[in-house]
């Protein structure tokens, strides 16, 4: 698969194959290709090359079978007109919704407004709320379209360390109870190292690494595409990344054998 804006190649050459459920993280250095990767894959931009969902075309289906596999959360959103946060989130039913919401639509919206922790904002105009706040509707309103696949693009860009958490961990529980596959183009690599089944990691528009988070997010790898030297420190099976200036391996050595004293 490739893109290009204008005449500025942005994916090139670009083939990755996932599961059918798990959570895989695309990292990567602004401008590297992360937010026009889900882009493409969702049809908001028309690729060269195939994408394929259980051996079908994505370009050949229809808006609405799309809009049934995928949910979308952009990085962020403010809308035009008054909406509440309720019928913001009732809107991702929409690729199901009859003449008015039956009783299935409304427990999946309160389902997710109340794993989210919206349950204060759900009848408040969703311009008048934070942009973490926003960014917790969006996601509710991509879960609550029931999707096979999950585009998250910087879900956790406007949060705050508990709210970080706290949308990881909705999003991880709802990927394992209901067997869905997320994408999430994120640049946090320590929530992609404890969130992620598999980690794609991309430099300037090409897959420069796949497969599992410790693999994946080595220090010559970080170092490769990211140009910043960087301590790891395992925790159990969770890698904890800590940029280090300069090239003083004994700096680097002492805070990864001194890791109690951060993590």
Same mark, same amino acid.
């Given at each position: 698969?490739?893109?290009?804006?204008?005449?500025?190649?942005?994916?090139?050459?670009?083939?990755?194959?996932?599961?059918?459920?798990?959570?895989?993280?695309?990292?990567?250095?602004?401008?590297?290709?992360?937010?026009?990767?889900?882009?493409?894959?969702?049809?908001?931009?028309?690729?060269?090359?195939?994408?394929?969902?259980?051996?079908?075309?994505?370009?050949?289906?229809?808006?609405?079978?799309?809009?049934?596999?995928?949910?979308?959360?952009?990085?962020?959103?403010?809308?035009?007109?008054?909406?509440?946060?309720?019928?913001?989130?009732?809107?991702?039913?929409?690729?199901?919704?009859?003449?008015?919401?039956?009783?299935?639509?409304?427990?999946?919206?309160?389902?997710?407004?109340?794993?989210?922790?919206?349950?204060?904002?759900?009848?408040?105009?969703?311009?008048?709320?934070?942009?973490?706040?926003?960014?917790?509707?969006?996601?509710?309103?991509?879960?609550?379209?029931?999707?096979?696949?999950?585009?998250?693009?910087?879900?956790?860009?406007?949060?705050?360390?508990?709210?970080?958490?706290?949308?990881?961990?909705? &999003? =991880?529980? @709802? !990927?394992?109870?209901? %067997?869905?596959?997320? +994408?999430?183009?994120?640049?946090?690599? *320590?929530?992609?190292?404890?969130?992620?089944?598999?980690?794609?990691?991309?430099?300037?528009?090409?897959?420069?690494?796949?497969?599992?988070?410790?693999?994946?997010?080595?220090?010559?790898?970080?170092?490769?595409?990211?140009?910043?030297?960087?301590?790891?420190?395992?925790?159990?099976? &969770? =890698?904890? @990344? !800590?940029?280090?200036? %300069?090239?003083?391996? +004994?700096?680097?050595?002492?805070?990864? *054998?001194?890791?109690?004293?951060?993590?």
């Amino acid at each position: 698969m490739c893109f290009d804006y204008g005449k500025r190649p942005a994916l090139s050459d670009v083939e990755l194959i996932f599961s059918s459920s798990g959570i895989f993280s695309i990292v990567g250095p602004n401008g590297s290709g992360k937010s026009t990767l889900l882009k493409c894959i969702n049809m908001i931009l028309k690729p060269r090359g195939e994408i394929l969902f259980n051996k079908k075309k994505i370009h050949d289906m229809p808006i609405s079978e799309i809009a049934r596999i995928f949910g979308y959360v952009p990085q962020d959103f403010s809308s035009a007109f008054p909406v509440t946060v309720f019928d913001m989130i009732l809107l991702g039913r929409r690729p199901y919704l009859g003449w008015s919401p039956s009783e299935h639509d409304i427990e999946v919206v309160s389902e997710n407004i109340s794993g989210l922790g919206l349950n204060d904002f759900a009848l408040r105009n969703v311009n008048e709320l934070s942009g973490g706040e926003r960014q917790k509707v969006l996601i509710a309103t991509a879960l609550s379209q029931e999707p096979k696949v999950l585009l998250l693009d910087e879900p956790t860009s406007n949060l705050d360390i508990k709210h970080q958490l706290e949308v990881m961990k909705h &999003v =991880q529980r @709802i !990927v394992k109870s209901k %067997g869905l596959l997320a +994408l999430i183009a994120i640049h946090d690599l *320590n929530l992609a190292s404890q969130y992620s089944d598999e980690i794609v990691m991309l430099s300037d528009g090409r897959v420069f690494a796949q497969g599992k988070p410790q693999d994946v997010l080595s220090k010559e790898n970080i170092r490769s595409i990211y140009h910043v030297n960087v301590a790891i420190h395992t925790h159990g099976e &969770v =890698q904890h @990344i !800590v940029p280090v200036e %300069g090239e003083d391996s +004994l700096s680097m050595e002492k805070i990864e *054998n001194n890791g109690k004293e951060w993590c």
